[in-house]
């Protein structure tokens, strides 16, 4: 008997990056898509201050992206828009050239553009749209 598999959005963990910097893990889980659309309230909400230096907010962790590394908020953005077109049962974190040739067949690969270099040196490429 095999379990039925199910693949959610990819998420992100968008923090500040002067507050990880001094030691404050001060960030929100967000789909991956929307992660362009968090303002730096968004990110403090939770620690109910934004301190003097606040300004940059990053990607310091994923869930269901096949980068395993951290990244930018445009970067994690793109992957969730990849994930939405070429849904649910095309996203395998595991076999990300999956993902990246069912984006291409269903609206071609101008939007993989964006990933162009998201995946960092020694991790899975993927077959040639990234990296």
Do not use: K
Not at 36 to 51: I, P, Q, T, Y
Not at 77 to 93: I, N, S, T, Y
Not at 108 to 119: C, E, I, P, S, Y
């Amino acid at each position: 008997m095999s379990a039925a598999v199910t693949h959610e959005a990819p998420r992100v963990w968008v923090g500040c990056l002067a507050c990880y910097n001094s030691g404050r893990l001060v960030g929100v889980w967000v789909d991956a898509a929307s992660a362009e659309d968090l303002s730096l309230a968004d990110v403090h909400r939770e620690a109910g201050r934004v301190w003097l230096g606040c300004e940059e907010v990053w990607c310091l962790d994923t869930d269901g992206i096949p980068n395993p590394h951290e990244m930018g908020v445009s970067t994690a953005a793109a992957w969730g828009e990849l994930f939405e077109r070429v849904g649910a049962e095309r996203q395998r974190p595991d076999r990300p050239v999956r993902l990246v040739r069912g984006a291409r067949r269903s609206r071609g690969a101008r939007r993989g553009d964006r990933l162009r270099g998201a995946v960092a040196p020694g991790s899975v490429p993927v077959d040639g749209v990234v990296g």
